[in-house]
């Protein structure tokens, strides 16, 4: 999730750890712990997008990665306070929870989490956007509100505990209500006598009232929206032809393979004058509209002056969040037109 959020719920184990002992010093050093596995976008400045997005949640989201770099920070935190408040063993428990929690809550996501790295599959059960207001606010006021508690306080443990619980409760509706919304997609692809292989359901951004569902049938990707202010269940699905036929030739380059892997095959391919562009359709479209075909993740095809495939990711504009914002609420609000 956002680096906010993870700051926050760094924080929040830092102190369930440690805080009774060295203070606010344990909420800092979880908050240290809970932004170090995203050091991986650093890849941006290195590595091509592609390369950039296989490498992100990758070890550094991993058991492994958590186990080996606790005892390590931990070791190096006791030597730079060097008291007997906390020894090594207790730094590293610290680290171990601020390190673990980040790619157990980066799980819930779409994007999903390579904890068994360097096994490939992902975790991902994709009940939470990654920005989410409802989850993070909550959770940071407790936070804040236990900081300014004496070590030793017992509200400053209750107020911490109390962020812990309810985010976690708040987790859990969103699996509830992800559950509902996939019933209600089931139920219309039934009704609509819609041949299908398999569903995806996942919550539109920054809420968890309005959701998405991809559907994969034969030929083509149907997308879908269900808010749960809908005054009706009817779900009107618009249609994105795979048209993988279009990649020809290239469909045996490595990086249409890996572009493939990328995206755990929800893709189309699109065409237009004479341009080729790889649709990403794991993280919805850039529009909450039956008519919009842009995508989140979109990359043009080409042949650069060597002969060397490139996937050049699409640019999206700053200029289109605020439009998609307003039509987002307004269909959060069950208004279907």
Known sequence: MDSLTQIVLGAAMGEAALGKKVGNKAMLWGAVAG???????????????????ELHRGFSHSIIFCIIAAPILGWMIAKIYKNKEADWKDWSWLMFLGLFTHPILDAFTTWGTQLFWPFDYKVSFKNIFVIDPLYTIPFLVFVIIAMFYNRTHPKRKLFNNLGILISSLYMIITL???????????????????????????????????????????????IGYYSLFDKDDYIDFSEFPKNHHFLGAMKNDPLITRLIKLSEGWYTIEKHDDHLFFND?????????????????????????????????????????????????????????
């Open 281 to 337: 359709l794991r993280f919805g479209q850039l529009e909450i509209d039956s008519e919009s075909k842009k995508f989140a993740f979109s990359y043009e095809l080409f042949y650069d002056k060597d002969g060397i495939l490139v996937a050049k990711e699409r640019e999206r504009k700053m200029g289109e969040a605020s439009p998609l914002l307003q039509k987002l609420f307004h269909r959060i609000l069950g208004n279907k037109s």
């Open 176 to 222: 509830v209500l992800q559950r509902y919304a996939w019933f209600t997609f089931w139920t219309n692809l039934e009704n609509q006598h819609i041949t299908y292989q398999e569903i995806q359901t996942r919550p539109t951004p920054l809420n968890s009232i309005l959701w998405s569902a991809n559907i994969e049938t034969k030929d083509s990707f149907l």
């Open 35 to 53: 932004t170090i596995p995203d050091l991986d976008v650093l890849s941006n400045f290195f590595v091509d997008p592609i390369t950039a997005n």
